[in-house]
């Protein structure tokens, strides 16, 4: 089985802290994603890595930052959390080729900036 | 960024009945997938569609690509009560190899 864990699943910090939220899979899966979800505005990508040290920008990429420096790890960082970035954020892989489509979700991280 | 729009928003159904809910798109998508998410948990992977046409089916599940590209369908058999959850569909357009394009969600509640 497919296993993608994120290293926490609520979090709670401060406005203006620095916040990383790491993702790990275990599938040796090349593509990794960082979402996040809130309520009528559904997933939205906010970055992805197609290959260690490679990152692309998703649709909302303002505000974070990523890293990738060992294919099964993806990092996410919130250079200086805003309370707009109390959220849900969910982390996925998937390999290349055959079968990219299938993304394998982790459990989520319930992020709240006070 | 785009999102697929996914019918009905949400549904009340007896245990026992069947579900049915779709997903349609005005572009075409190479690939359809159906994902559950159950609160506080992330999103799971159900069903995966590959080919127009095709029929798959997991269980009680069954999942269609429709023929024009452009939508497909999940039905749930026989409802029970852990079939509770958010159902989203997603797309890959042909453009991408692997990026995700998410549909609005069906929220199903099963009451005894």
């Known amino acids: 089985d497919v296993k993608v864990t994120q290293s926490s699943r609520y979090l709670v910090k401060r406005t203006g802290e620095k916040v990383f939220l790491e993702c790990v899979q275990d599938?040796?899966?090349?593509?990794m994603f960082w979402y996040r979800q809130d309520p009528g505005l559904g997933l939205r990508l906010i970055y992805f890595?197609?290959?260690?040290?490679?990152?692309e920008k998703g649709d909302i990429p303002e505000g974070y930052s990523v890293s990738r420096e060992k294919k099964e790890r993806f990092s996410l960082i919130l250079e200086s959390a805003s309370t707009n970035q109390t959220s849900m954020y969910l982390c996925a892989s998937t390999r290349a080729g055959q079968g990219a489509g299938e993304q394998y979700f982790g459990p989520g991280t319930r992020l709240t900036v006070t | 960024g785009q999102q697929l729009n996914q019918s009905p928003q949400s549904m009340f159904i007896q245990e026992g009945e069947d579900v049915s809910m779709n997903c349609t798109s005005s572009?075409?998508?190479?690939?359809w997938l159906w994902y559950k998410q159950e609160p506080g948990e992330g999103p799971v992977l159900l069903i995966a569609?590959?080919?127009?046409?095709e029929l798959t089916s997991n269980g009680r599940l069954t999942a269609q690509f429709g023929i024009t590209r452009k939508d497909s369908f999940l039905n749930i058999s026989a409802s029970i009560p852990s079939d509770v959850g958010i159902y989203f569909c997603?797309?890959?357009?042909?453009?991408?190899?692997?990026?995700?394009?998410f549909g609005t969600g069906t929220r199903l509640q099963v009451t005894l």
């Open positions: 569609l590959y080919k127009a046409g």
């Open positions: 890595s197609y290959d260690v040290k490679m990152k």
């Open positions: 599938m040796d899966h090349e593509n």
């Open positions: 572009s075409i998508f190479n690939t």
């Open positions: 997603a797309g890959v357009p042909p453009t991408t190899a692997s990026k995700l394009t």
